[in-house]
């Protein structure tokens, strides 16, 4: 019976998907959402340099994912590998990519499991041994982003799809060197079902909009069962909306629902909305890829995606956070969410989509739901981009403005929030 059982749990084991990363979200940046298919090698070095002069690598942004659009439209007809663009890379990928190491970063590209790249450049389809070891022998990298265009019709059943994303895992694997593995599947054929057993990560809906809640037939669905085509231009509350059943999916032991990169800086929200974008992102566990020109962001957006405090919730050896409900208000609802964290400690956002103020009362019982004995204990509320603290039994009355995010640790440990002074994080 023992040998049977060590067997079987030996036979588990090297099944199981094991590249050594992804126990907590990636952070970094990515090209695509503010450069689309206008990148070349001054872009990418420009930003990891900007980067590094900002610090942001200090606060957890390591990866540098070089998205769409760096190789020529066909492959080399002798050796069949993808070939770079020598006019975006005079110097060639693998010396951009050298130099991204040397600054301390980890490097990052993307390709398709589909015969085209969204923007028709080779997929890596039927590629995948012979890409997997350009990426990795002649580029470098460290990190695939793994696309779903132009798939062949190689879709439509979660068997299916898992096969075709199954094949890059295998590939990469077979190189030896760990490469954090990224699907871009949009959220189709249930991939929070089985991505964790290919990847450290999966997309769960069509790509970001820089908006709050812009409707967009174009993003025609509005939870994450839908269907339908999961298409593009998806505002911050539809993601919100698709992401947030899912968040049982994820975790330190499986891996992380991807709600797209960040928009932060890119002009379409407001400083409230960009703070609510933010936290939501970083409460649900999403990785936390910024999407901006980083050689040209404003103090407020710095200040934003370098809030140590939520930026360590989002690192935080714990699950994503779980909605304890949704009221209707006036242009949208009151959502209440709560995290459970490593330490025993908890996080509890107010997040008002709506468009008018609201008043509103937060229940201890609410926010631990059947765990009496913390219900009927006081604790030190530290609001997290305030950093101001406030001692609270039973219940906390509040109030938050429109389209706006409070977000409170409850006795915070000190090394998080630093009680003594107002501003938590570090000034541009
Ligand atoms: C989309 C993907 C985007 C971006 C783009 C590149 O399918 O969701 O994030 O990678 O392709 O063409």
Redesign the pocket.
């Known amino acids: 019976m023992r040998i049977l059982l060590l067997f079987i749990f030996g036979f588990s084991l090297t099944l199981a998907f094991d590249n050594g990363l992804g126990k907590k979200p990636q952070m970094g940046w990515?090209s695509?959402?503010k450069f689309?298919?206008n990148i070349n090698e001054t872009v990418i070095l420009q930003t990891a340099e900007k980067m590094k002069e900002l610090g942001l690598l200090e606060y957890g942004y390591e990866y540098i994912v070089m998205?769409?659009?760096y190789a020529l439209k066909e492959r080399d007809p002798i050796s069949h590998k993808m070939v770079e663009d020598a006019a975006k890379f005079p110097n060639g990928i693998r010396s951009l990519s050298r130099r991204i190491h040397e600054l301390g970063f980890k490097f990052g590209m993307?390709s398709?499991a589909g015969k085209y790249?969204?923007?028709g450049y080779p997929g890596s389809l039927h590629y995948e041994k012979i890409d997997a070891e350009t990426f990795v022998n002649d580029w470098e990298i460290d990190y695939l982003?793994y696309?779903?265009?132009f798939n062949e019709g190689n879709s439509g059943t979660p068997q299916i799809s898992y096969q075709r994303y199954e094949a890059m895992s295998k590939a990469l694997l077979q190189t030896g060197r760990p490469v954090f593995y990224s699907l871009?599947q949009?959220g189709e054929d249930q991939v929070w079902d089985w991505g964790s057993t290919v990847a450290n990560s999966w997309?769960i809906t069509?790509?970001?909009y820089d908006s709050f809640d812009r409707y967009d037939d174009r993003c025609p669905c509005q939870t994450y069962d839908c269907r339908a085509v999961q298409g593009?231009m998806c505002s911050m509350t539809n993601i919100l909306e698709k992401a947030v059943p899912l968040g049982q999916k994820a975790g330190p032991f499986s891996g992380w629902n991807d709600l797209?990169?960040l928009e932060v800086g890119n002009g379409g929200m407001s400083t409230d909305e960009y703070k609510a974008h933010f936290t939501l992102w970083a409460i649900l566990k999403s990785p936390l890829v910024l999407g901006n020109d980083v050689t040209d962001m404003s103090k407020e957006d710095f200040n934003i995606v370098t809030n140590k405090a939520i930026i360590a919730i989002n690192q935080d050896d714990s699950n994503p956070a779980y909605r304890v409900w949704k009221k209707p208000v006036s242009g949208g609802h009151l959502h209440l969410f709560t995290n459970i964290l490593k330490d025993g400690t908890f996080a509890v956002t107010l997040f008002n989509s709506g468009n008018k103020v609201n008043n509103t009362v937060l229940n201890f019982e609410d926010i631990f739901l059947t765990d009496r004995v913390n219900a009927a204990k006081s604790f030190e509320f530290t609001e997290l981009w305030t950093n101001e603290t406030t001692l609270v039994s039973k219940e906390l009355s509040t109030s938050i403005d429109a389209h706006s995010v409070k977000i409170w640790w409850l006795n915070c440990p000190k090394d998080i929030c630093n009680k003594t002074t107002s501003v938590m994080h570090d000034e541009l």
């Open positions: 990515n695509w959402n689309a298919c998205d769409d659009c993307y398709s790249t969204c923007a982003k696309d779903n265009c871009c949009w997309r069509g790509d970001i593009g797209d990169s």
